[in-house]
């Protein structure tokens, strides 16, 4: 083996430096960071092979070259800074940079410039260490990314370990639950888990636990403060680095608003189903696409018959084309109809119903659906119709009754302003007929009045209209008579059909008749002074030796100047404070309980003594008077309340307030000020008192003041029922609470089939709005125990208590109150209760 030359070879002291200098060319050749050198210059006069793999250029494209050619244009200034601190003697330690590779892609880098020194110390170059950091930053920025997704997101993001421990927690977390990551990293998941779904937690951990996939459920979750809200959740494993599972990271969105939308739209489809109002949908063309059981019922369709169908397949003859017209114009301008109409079965029977359509508008403008609504209400309709002949028709002579002559008066005293025609109103009643009753009885009287109603009713004009006002007294209404020769023509006829015998029982039968009779517009009165007028040249015909006519004499004036008069005697009374008010009790007749008090006026008459509201009332009906009594009666009644409140006595008090007086512009504005006074007083103690012609002119502004009132907690009662002109389309438009029948129906129910009829019509009327019904003018027993028997438990009237003056209220009231009720109580018959 050939020997070394040994003087070739270093000494023993040289030796590790001479080591360490040969290895540098291999720790640069293998070295992964690009290692380079550059004179002062930029120009490159080393290129390691890293350096080509980092950069793309090989050593020969790069050698002599300016190191500007890695430089992004934006970076070129940072070349010059390096070489002047090289120039300086200073290191530029690792700092983070942007370089370009050949391809002209962006490369992320991490340089290090050192200062290169020829053997004398100067400073000569420079060299540099670029380690390719891409990688790296790319994956700070996707970890960086992910962790701005966690942040942002909208969902609650949060893992936790394999024992439901909290580990990380994001901003929608606090969100949805509430809490902050401060109270829940660390804490048991167990927290947001209702104690009922506890269960969930220890399956879905098992079942990660088991390598097993999570489908995304829905459940209940809680609050911070105990809410419930329904979530949506989505689970996923965390596996460490060598695969194993250590948790689960869990995607919870707040669903509570969209399961509360489901359950409406349940709630929805099950009104849909099972109301009882019939629904039907339409498109915008107007052909059926949906319907409910309760049409099916209803019309007795079946639901192929009529899906795609038009609607008009239901109409009724019995009404024209000029009501649906009507109808569809309101719904095109307004989104929304509704009336009464009639409608035809699929046996062809007609049915009355309530309709109501609305639009289901359309984002882009116009409908898009219609939704029909109706219920049956023909059972309503024959009811009304029903109560509205008992209230318009006499049940013995089939003739209109007063209220019926009372509006026909009206019209034809409208008619005649219009055509300057003359109206002529005449009064009969018959000369002798009470002996007739006396002595053949009264079912011969019944025969008689009949046969006479149909002999007079023949000789009259359809225009015309002959009513029965009670009794033996009867009302007629000639229209256009021209001259006053021809209405005493007519009239002659009349006595003449009166005076002919009547067969009665086997024998014949005479009376006679007197008649009074006014005309209109040389009698410029309105309807009812024209009914007065005639009814006083009746009894001038009467005194006069009967069985003849007599002409009213507008002329006179003495009534005129009676009722100025006395209109000047009522306003020195309201002066001198001489009205008082005196209190009816209301009473429940079943429990015994007091449930109100009605303030009744009254005139303490310094030489007459105490007089009804009957005596007075009617002369300021239609005066400016009437507004200011309201306004003392209404202040005398909530200072009396006040006082009783004080004293421990709670009561509630009926007000009675003339069409007038409710119809004023600030009605609402006074009687809130007044009630503001008396800080005491609970306005639902108020019950005002409204009779059924307060809204017959202006139903809009009267169902506009009710309303108003309402608001403030005062109710109403619709006073009198039974004598006005309410439809049921009025009743449903008056949102009163309550019905009070007229004691004139009351006081004769028991011996008067008619009335009874009304009585039990409006008892049933009251039920079927929901409404709560008052009977009047109880002045016995057995009335009491039948209204009782027929569902109205609430009365007042003579029977129970005359009006009492305060000071005696509330003895009466605790004398009452230890009594029995109505129905327990076993006195003689017909027997009084108070």
């Not at 309410?726 to 011996?751: A, C, E, W």
Request: aromatic residues 6%.
């Amino acid at each position: 083996m050939t020997q070394p030359d040994v003087a070739s070879l270093p000494a023993a002291a040289d030796l590790p430096s001479v080591m360490a200098e040969s290895l540098f060319p291999a720790i640069i050749e293998s070295s992964n960071d690009a290692i380079l050198s550059k004179t002062l210059d930029g120009v490159i006069t080393s290129w390691n092979p890293a350096a080509t793999r980092i950069f793309g250029y090989s050593a020969e494209e790069m050698l002599g070259q300016s190191v500007l050619c890695l430089f992004p244009a934006e970076r070129l200034g940072e070349e010059t800074l390096i070489l002047q601190k090289i120039a300086r003697g200073e290191r530029v330690d690792s700092f983070e940079t942007v370089r370009l590779h050949k391809s002209g892609r962006p490369i992320s880098v991490s340089v290090t410039v050192s200062p290169v020194r020829n053997a004398a110390g100067r400073i000569v170059g420079a060299s540099k260490i670029a380690r390719d950091i891409t990688a790296e930053i790319d994956n700070y920025r996707q970890l960086d990314q992910f962790r701005s997704l966690v942040t942002s997101s909208f969902d609650a993001i949060l893992t936790k370990d394999m024992k439901g421990i909290v580990r990380s927690w994001n901003p929608a977390c606090e969100r949805i639950f509430g809490y902050t990551a401060a109270e829940m990293v660390g804490q048991p998941i167990q927290t947001l888990i209702p104690p009922e779904r506890l269960y969930e937690e220890q399956a879905i951990l098992a079942r990660i636990q088991a390598g097993e996939r999570i489908k995304p459920l829905e459940t209940e979750r809680l609050r911070k403060g105990g809410e419930r809200i329904h979530v949506s959740i989505t689970l996923s494993p965390l596996h460490d680095a060598k695969g194993r599972i250590i948790g689960a990271s869990k995607i919870v969105r707040d669903i509570t608003e969209r399961h509360r939308s489901e359950q409406r739209m349940r709630l929805m489809d099950s009104v849909f189903s099972h109301t009882t109002e019939a629904i039907v949908v339409t498109d915008e063309r107007g052909t059926i696409i949906e319907i409910n059981d309760a049409f099916l019922a209803i019309t007795g369709y079946e639901r192929h018959e009529v899906i795609g169908r038009d609607p008009s397949l239901f109409r009724s003859g019995r009404q024209g084309p000029e009501v649906y017209r009507a109808m569809l114009s309101t719904l095109l301008d307004t989104g929304h109809c509704q009336g009464e109409v009639w409608s035809r079965k699929k046996t062809g029977e007609a049915y009355a119903v309530m309709l109501t359509v609305s639009a289901v508008p359309n984002p882009g403008g116009g409908a898009l659906r219609y939704v029909a609504l109706f219920s049956d209400i023909t059972s309503l309709r024959e009811q009304q119709e029903k109560l509205e002949r008992l209230a318009s028709y006499d049940t013995l002579t089939e003739l209109p009754n007063r209220l019926l002559f009372s509006d026909r008066l009206r019209q034809a005293l409208v008619h005649a302003l219009r055509q300057k025609h003359t109206v002529a109103v005449a009064y009969l009643d018959l000369d002798g007929f009470k002996a007739v009753n006396d002595r053949w009885g009264h079912d011969a009287g019944d025969e008689l009045l009949v046969t006479l109603a149909r002999r007079m009713q023949s000789v009259f004009r359809v225009s015309d209209t002959l009513a029965r006002i009670g009794g033996d007294e009867f009302a007629v209404v000639l229209v256009d008579v021209g001259t006053a020769g021809q209405c005493e023509t007519l009239l002659n006829r009349i006595l003449g059909i009166c005076a002919e015998p009547v067969s009665l029982q086997g024998t014949y039968v005479s009376v006679s008749a007197s008649i009074g009779v006014t005309l209109f517009p040389q009698d410029n009165g309105d309807a009812d002074q024209l009914v007065r007028h005639a009814d006083q040249a009746m009894y001038q015909a009467k005194q006069l030796g009967k069985n003849r006519f007599q002409l009213f004499d507008p002329a006179s004036d003495a009534a005129a100047r009676v009722r100025a008069r006395r209109l000047t005697e009522f306003s020195r009374a309201m002066r001198d404070q001489e009205l008082v008010l005196h209190y009816q009790p209301k009473v429940n007749m079943r429990t015994g309980e007091v449930v109100g008090l009605e303030a009744l006026i009254r005139w303490a008459h310094p030489e007459r003594g105490l007089l009804p509201p009957a005596e007075f009332l009617p002369l300021i009906e239609n005066h400016a008077l009437i507004e200011a009594v309201g306004e003392w009666v209404i202040e005398t009644a909530l200072t009396q309340l006040q006082t009783w409140n004080a004293q421990g006595l709670r009561v509630n008090m009926g007000i009675n307030i003339a069409p007038q007086h409710l119809k004023a512009e600030n009605f609402v504005h006074d009687l809130l000020a007044q009630l503001a006074v008396f800080p005491l007083v609970d306005p639902e103690q108020l019950e005002l008192e409204i009779v059924e012609s307060s809204s017959i002119e202006d139903p809009e502004l009267v169902m506009d003041v009710i309303a108003r009132c309402q608001r403030h907690g005062l109710q109403f009662a619709l006073d009198d029922f039974g004598t006005g002109y309410s439809s049921l389309t009025y009743l449903k438009q008056l949102k009163v609470n309550s019905l009070k029948i007229d004691q004139s129906f009351v006081r004769d129910m028991l011996v008067d089939a008619e009335d009874m009829a009304i009585v039990q019509g409006v008892i049933s009327l009251a039920n079927a709005f929901g409404k709560s019904v008052v009977a009047e003018g109880v002045e016995s027993r057995d009335v009491g125990c039948r209204l009782l028997a027929l569902g109205c438990e609430l009365a007042q009237g003579f029977g129970i208590s005359k009006p009492l003056p305060a000071d005696e209220v509330p003895g009466w009231i605790e004398r009452w109150s230890m009594r029995d009720s109505w129905a327990l109580l076993s006195a003689q018959e017909g027997a009084p209760l108070a």
